[in-house]
């Protein structure tokens, strides 16, 4: 059984930082591309960034790129999401999720998510 277990979030000032873990167990981690995407209060899902199995590519949304970084432990099937400059725009839980491959859309799976909120 597939298990992604986020890990992270909380309360946090504009312009603060935070790191997203998600714990993955059930599957080949190694073999996957990983993906985080988010959902606002009253707003659809939203994709954030991936990366690919090894960890040499990765890709992020415009509303994301330059503040965020997405990495991963293979070695520990552990994926991350560094956040920096956060805005209150970036308030959403977050979720992380294992892709169909790297340059599909599809999600094969996702977690519980951790909560994010930005403000003052």
């Known amino acids: 059984e597939v298990q992604l277990v986020e890990s992270g979030g909380g309360l946090v000032q504009p312009g603060g930082s935070l790191r997203l873990s998600c714990a993955a167990s059930g599957f080949i981690f190694s073999s996957y591309a990983m993906s985080w995407v988010r959902q606002a209060p009253g707003k659809g899902l939203e994709w954030v960034s991936r990366i690919n199995s090894g960890g040499g590519s990765t890709s992020y949304a415009d509303s994301v790129k330059g503040r965020f970084t997405i990495s991963r432990d293979n070695a520990k099937n552990t994926l991350y999401l560094q956040m920096n400059i956060l805005k209150p725009e970036d308030t959403a839980v977050y979720y992380c999720?294992?892709?169909?491959?790297?340059?599909?859309?599809?999600?094969?799976?996702r977690g519980q998510g951790t909560q994010v909120t930005v403000s003052s």
């Open positions: 999720a294992q892709a169909a491959g790297y340059y599909s859309g599809k999600l094969l799976a």
